[in-house]
């Protein structure tokens, strides 16, 4: 009977041992779990918040585009009805290019040197040409309205272009790294330079 009972308790503590190996395996098993679960929350977490940020980021720029272009728009209009068709330029009209002159200058960055500050220099001599206090302009300064015009229409299409495909840009890589942005200018400021000329 002894060597029974022994074969017995021999038994009982294999199990006894193997029951332990067993739950610590089982403890680590739910460790894992939920250490990989905790890192899925915090990744998710993390995913969403930029994602949150560049949706907020590119609603922002498109609604700055779309105001950028309809006041630039309205000015190119108002000045070429009035000065090119017309020949006359009224108070009323006056009024209007300053209060969009004055919009696009707080839409836009005066410390950009290339672009936004060329765009806001060309208003500035706009302004200066057709808003003189005389209301019918010679055939020598509607020209230079024309010309102004003309380089302020192609350079806000340039940097329309330029946001737009930084907003692509920000869609399909999330938040751009510097050489992707310096590499996007750099190939609109070509663009613009083959056509006006190096600056």
């Known amino acids: 009977m002894t060597k029974l009972a022994n074969a017995l308790r ?3 503590n294999k199990v006894s041992v193997f029951m332990e190996v067993k739950d610590i395996i089982q403890i680590i098993g739910i460790a894992l ?7 899925t929350y915090f990744h998710y977490v993390r995913k969403e918040k930029k ?4 949706s907020a980021t590119t609603k922002e720029r498109l ?5 950028l272009r309809e006041s630039i728009a309205e000015i190119c209009s108002i000045v070429e009805l009035n000065t090119v068709e017309q020949n006359l330029v009224t108070t009323q009209n006056k009024l209007r290019f300053l209060y969009l002159k004055n919009k696009c200058y707080l ?5 950009d040197p290339y672009w936004e500050a060329t765009i806001l220099s060309l ?3 706009l302004k200066e040409q057709w808003c003189k206090p005389k209301n019918v302009l010679n055939e020598q300064q509607i020209d230079d309205v024309k010309q102004v015009l003309k380089k302020l229409t192609y350079i806000t299409q340039n940097l329309l272009e330029l946001e737009w ?3 692509k840009l920000e869609a399909k890589k999330g938040i ?6 310096e590499e996007l200018q750099n190939k609109m400021r070509q663009k613009y330079n083959r056509y006006y000329g190096v600056r």
């Open 165 to 167: 495909r930084g907003v």
């Open 176 to 181: 751009p790294s510097k050489e992707d942005i």
């Open 123 to 125: 208003l500035d001599s």
């Open 33 to 39: 779990t939920f250490l990989v679960s905790l890192f």
């Open 51 to 54: 994602g949150s940020y560049i």
């Open 63 to 67: 609604f700055y585009v779309k105001e």
């Open 107 to 111: 839409l836009l960055n005066t410390q």
């Open 10 to 12: 021999h038994t009982l």
